[in-house]
C-alpha cells in the first residue's frame, strides 16, 4: 500500500480559485464552464468563499506567492462580485507583499472602469485571452470579440495601470496560414505585453470541432505548416526581446507567471470552485463539475472534493520530471534528490540514454532538459518517462 508523500517543507504557496461561466462557449473549450446562467453568478461566489474559508481554516498554510483566477471568464461577473473574492482571499489567507494575483479576462467582457476597479481591489497581472488577431478565425473559434476589441481591451489595461498583462494566442487553427499567424503573433508583439503564451489547438473530446473534424467539415494545417508557426513564434519573441521559459510561454525577464512555475516545479498549490484540483502533501483532490450541485453541496456543509488520490513517493517523482520539462530550463536533478531521494539519470537508465542519443533531452550537470529538437515532440517524450 503506498503512503502519502510528504515533501519538503515550502514557504509559500498557491491558491487557484475556478469561476465557471462564459459569455459564448467556444468551439474548441473542453473547460468546466457554461454559457449564461447569470443567476447563479450570487450564489456562486457566496458559496465559493464559504469554500475558501473552510479550506483557509485547515491550515495553518504559509504565505501565498499568488492567487490566480481562471475560468470560464472570471470578468464575466459583476466587477464588485469579483473584487469581493479578492478581499475575501485577503482576510483569509496571509499573503506575500509582492504576492502576484492574477486574473483572466476576455476582451468584450472589460472596459477601463470594470480593470481600474480590479486594480484597485490589488490585481496586479492581467491574462486577456485573445486568441487571434484575424476576425475569420476569431468566428471559427466561436470567440464572441472581435481583433479591434482585443487590442482596444489591451488599451483599458494599460490605462487603468496594469504594468503586467498576458496574451493568450492560439495557433495551428482551421485554415490558419503561417502568413495570418505572423500577422497575429506581429500584432500581438507590437502592443509589447509583457507575458505571452501560445497555445497549439489540440482537440478534445466532446467539443463542437471534435464533432467538425470526425465529420470531416474541418481542416487543420500541415504538421509542417504548425512547425513553422513555432519557428515564427520562437523569431518573433526573441527580437522583441522576450525569453521562451516554458513550452507555450515567452514573457520578458522578470515577468514569468510566478503561479505557473509553482505548477510546473510540482509544488503544493490549494484550489478552490467548481473542478478546480488542488495539490497538497502528496493528495490531490479533484472538485466536483457541475455549479448548482457545488452551491447546494456547500449550502448544505457537504463535501464538493469527488476525487482524491494520494501519490506515492515514486509517482510524484515521475510527475514532477514530466512537468520540470516544460519549462526550458529543464528539471533540476539536485532538487528531485532532495526532494525524493533519486536522480534520472539512475531512475530512467537505458530509457533516458535512448532519449539523449536521438537528440531529444540533454543532460547538464546541473539539469535535465528538452533540446531544440525535443520540444515539438514533447508529448512523445513526456510518454516514454511517465
Same mark, same amino acid.
Request: glycine share 8%.
Given at each position: 500500500?503506498?503512503?502519502?508523500?510528504?515533501?519538503?517543507?515550502?514557504?509559500?504557496?498557491?491558491?487557484? =480559485?475556478?469561476?465557471?461561466?462564459?459569455?459564448?462557449?467556444?468551439?474548441?473549450?473542453? !473547460?468546466?464552464?457554461?454559457?449564461?446562467?447569470?443567476?447563479?453568478?450570487?450564489?456562486? $461566489?457566496?458559496?465559493?468563499? #464559504?469554500?475558501?474559508?473552510?479550506?483557509?481554516?485547515?491550515?495553518?498554510?504559509?504565505?501565498?506567492?499568488?492567487?490566480?483566477?481562471?475560468?470560464?471568464?472570471?470578468?464575466?461577473? &459583476?466587477?464588485?462580485?469579483?473584487?469581493?473574492?479578492?478581499?475575501?482571499?485577503?482576510?483569509? !489567507?496571509?499573503?506575500?507583499?509582492?504576492?502576484?494575483? +492574477?486574473?483572466?479576462?476576455?476582451?468584450?467582457?472589460?472596459?477601463?472602469?470594470?480593470?481600474?476597479?480590479?486594480?484597485?481591489?490589488?490585481?496586479?497581472?492581467?491574462?486577456?485571452?485573445?486568441?487571434?488577431?484575424?476576425?475569420?478565425?476569431?468566428?471559427?473559434?466561436?470567440?464572441?470579440?472581435?481583433?479591434?476589441?482585443?487590442?482596444?481591451?489591451?488599451?483599458?489595461?494599460?490605462?487603468?495601470?496594469?504594468?503586467?498583462?498576458?496574451?493568450?494566442?492560439?495557433?495551428?487553427?482551421?485554415?490558419?496560414?503561417?502568413?495570418?499567424?505572423? #500577422?497575429?503573433?506581429?500584432?500581438?508583439?507590437?502592443?509589447?505585453?509583457?507575458?505571452?503564451?501560445?497555445?497549439?489547438? +489540440?482537440?478534445?473530446?466532446?467539443?463542437? !470541432?471534435?464533432?467538425?473534424?470526425?465529420?470531416?467539415?474541418?481542416?487543420? &494545417?500541415?504538421?509542417?505548416?504548425?512547425?513553422?508557426?513555432?519557428?515564427?513564434?520562437?523569431?518573433?519573441?526573441?527580437?522583441?526581446?522576450?525569453?521562451?521559459?516554458?513550452? +507555450? *510561454?515567452?514573457?520578458?525577464?522578470?515577468?514569468?507567471?510566478?503561479? *505557473?512555475?509553482?505548477?510546473? =516545479? *510540482?509544488?503544493?498549490?490549494?484550489?478552490?470552485?467548481?473542478?478546480?484540483?488542488?495539490?497538497?502533501?502528496?493528495?490531490?483532490? #479533484?472538485?466536483?463539475?457541475?455549479?448548482?450541485?457545488?452551491?447546494?453541496?456547500?449550502?448544505?456543509?457537504? +463535501?464538493?472534493?469527488?476525487?482524491?488520490?494520494?501519490?506515492?513517493?515514486?509517482?510524484?517523482?515521475?510527475?514532477?520530471?514530466?512537468?520540470?520539462?516544460?519549462? $526550458?530550463?529543464?528539471?533540476?536533478?539536485?532538487?528531485?534528490?532532495?526532494?525524493?531521494?533519486?536522480? &534520472?539519470?539512475?531512475?530512467?537508465? &537505458?530509457?533516458?540514454? #535512448?532519449?539523449?542519443?536521438?537528440?531529444?533531452?540533454?543532460?547538464?550537470?546541473?539539469? =535535465?532538459?528538452?533540446?531544440?529538437?525535443?520540444?515539438?515532440?514533447? *508529448?512523445?517524450?513526456?510518454?516514454?518517462?511517465?
Amino acid at each position: 500500500m503506498s503512503h502519502c508523500h510528504a515533501k519538503l517543507v515550502v514557504t509559500m504557496t498557491a491558491l487557484y =480559485l475556478h469561476i465557471p461561466f462564459c459569455r459564448t462557449k467556444c468551439h474548441y473549450c473542453s !473547460f468546466s464552464s457554461r454559457a449564461g446562467c447569470s443567476e447563479l453568478y450570487t450564489p456562486y $461566489i457566496h458559496a465559493l468563499k #464559504k469554500e475558501l474559508t473552510q479550506v483557509a481554516g485547515m491550515g495553518p498554510h504559509p504565505p501565498l506567492q499568488s492567487l490566480f483566477i481562471g475560468g470560464g471568464t472570471p470578468s464575466i461577473l &459583476p466587477c464588485s462580485l469579483l473584487t469581493g473574492i479578492v478581499d475575501h482571499c485577503r482576510e483569509q !489567507f496571509a499573503m506575500m507583499p509582492d504576492i502576484e494575483i +492574477s486574473v483572466e479576462t476576455n476582451p468584450g467582457t472589460v472596459d477601463e472602469r470594470y480593470l481600474q476597479a480590479l486594480y484597485r481591489a490589488g490585481v496586479n497581472r492581467l491574462s486577456l485571452g485573445v486568441q487571434s488577431f484575424a476576425d475569420p478565425e476569431l468566428k471559427i473559434l466561436g470567440r464572441s470579440h472581435t481583433a479591434e476589441e482585443a487590442a482596444g481591451a489591451f488599451q483599458a489595461a494599460r490605462n487603468a495601470g496594469f504594468t503586467n498583462v498576458n496574451l493568450d494566442l492560439m495557433c495551428g487553427l482551421p485554415g490558419q496560414t503561417p502568413l495570418s499567424w505572423k #500577422k497575429s503573433l506581429d500584432l500581438a508583439l507590437s502592443l509589447q505585453p509583457e507575458h505571452l503564451s501560445v497555445y497549439q489547438l +489540440s482537440i478534445e473530446p466532446g467539443t463542437q !470541432f471534435a464533432d467538425l473534424l470526425k465529420n470531416k467539415k474541418m481542416e487543420l &494545417p500541415e504538421e509542417e505548416d504548425i512547425l513553422l508557426m513555432d519557428r515564427q513564434t520562437q523569431r518573433g519573441c526573441l527580437a522583441a526581446g522576450m525569453q521562451h521559459y516554458e513550452i +507555450s *510561454n515567452y514573457c520578458l525577464a522578470g515577468y514569468e507567471c510566478r503561479h *505557473n512555475v509553482n505548477y510546473w =516545479l *510540482n509544488e503544493d498549490y490549494l484550489a478552490c470552485g467548481v473542478a478546480a484540483v488542488s495539490f497538497r502533501k502528496g493528495v490531490r483532490e #479533484k472538485r466536483i463539475t457541475d455549479a448548482r450541485e457545488y452551491i447546494r453541496r456547500m449550502d448544505a456543509g457537504i +463535501s464538493v472534493v469527488e476525487e482524491r488520490e494520494c501519490l506515492s513517493a515514486e509517482a510524484s517523482f515521475r510527475e514532477t520530471m514530466i512537468m520540470g520539462l516544460r519549462l $526550458i530550463r529543464g528539471v533540476c536533478r539536485e532538487t528531485l534528490v532532495q526532494r525524493y531521494g533519486r536522480d &534520472p539519470v539512475q531512475y530512467y537508465g &537505458p530509457v533516458l540514454d #535512448k532519449l539523449v542519443h536521438l537528440g531529444l533531452v540533454e543532460l547538464t550537470d546541473t539539469h =535535465l532538459r528538452l533540446t531544440g529538437t525535443g520540444r515539438p515532440l514533447a *508529448n512523445q517524450v513526456m510518454a516514454e518517462l511517465v
